[in-house]
């Protein structure tokens, strides 16, 4: 089992759609979560770090659901602009930290 | 504030070549990681230099890859010989407290191996 899931997509939204994308994790002594952005042949880069009580940085807002192992970022009124791959990141401790394979957004005029 | 470079930003080469790449990473930085993603699959991690010393090399594939970091600035990683394997993305990043900011990726190295 992989140690980080994410629904790969492709996810075609509307302009000024609220669109949102989960993560789940496998291991429990999971620590430090983090959303990051990659545009097409570019690094990723990042987003947001996730917290447990939840944060919002704009149209962007991140959850963490420990009880469920999951987190989720859900973005407000798309801008076409936000057409890229998202990365979930989870850090288990130490060295290990895991990507997940990325989620793919179009935001469509 | 220079962020993460790396070099080469495309690379071809043949089975059985030699290919060395760099990174600088930000400025004061000393933790520098390597990651590698291969077509189709998720970025994995490689290794972690904390300054010039190897913190971690677990995610390394198999000795023909080695990974330097000289006086605790830029790294190379060389591919020695390269397989067709090998091809991918080779991201490098660095972090002052990845705990609380994350990373901070270079641009990649594009390598291809034919």
């Known amino acids: 089992r992989k140690e980080v899931e994410q629904d790969p997509g492709p996810f075609n939204v509307p302009e000024g759609a609220t669109v949102a994308f989960n993560c789940t994790y496998s291991?429990?002594?999971?620590?430090?979560f983090f959303w990051y952005r990659q545009d097409c042949r570019k690094e990723p880069k990042l987003l947001m770090s996730?917290?447990?009580s939840g944060n919002e940085d704009g149209r962007f807002t991140a959850q963490l659901n420990r009880a469920s192992q999951y987190i989720s970022l859900l973005i407000r009124d798309s801008k076409l602009s936000d057409s890229a791959t998202y990365l979930c990141?989870?850090?288990?401790?130490?060295?290990?930290?895991?990507f997940g394979t990325g989620t793919s957004l179009t935001v469509i005029p | 504030e220079a962020g993460v470079t790396q070099f080469p930003s495309h690379s071809v080469i043949e089975k059985g070549q030699t290919v060395t790449l760099r990174c600088d990473p930000i400025?004061?930085?000393?933790?520098l990681y390597w990651y590698r993603r291969v077509m189709g699959k998720e970025i994995k991690f490689l290794l972690h230099?904390?300054?010039?010393?190897?913190?971690?090399e677990s995610g390394m594939p198999n000795n023909r890859f080695l990974a330097e970091r000289t006086g605790g600035t830029y790294s190379t990683l060389k591919v020695q010989p390269a397989e067709l394997e090998d091809s991918g993305v080779y991201f490098c990043?660095?972090?002052?407290?990845?705990?609380?900011?994350?990373?901070?990726f270079g641009s990649g190295t594009r390598l291809t191996v034919v």
């Open positions: 990043a660095s972090s002052q407290d990845r705990a609380n900011y994350g990373y901070t």
């Open positions: 291991n429990s002594a999971s620590q430090s």
């Open positions: 996730v917290y447990s």
């Open positions: 990141v989870v850090i288990l401790g130490g060295n290990q930290f895991y």
């Open positions: 400025s004061g930085h000393d933790n």
């Open positions: 230099f904390v300054k010039e010393s190897k913190q971690d």
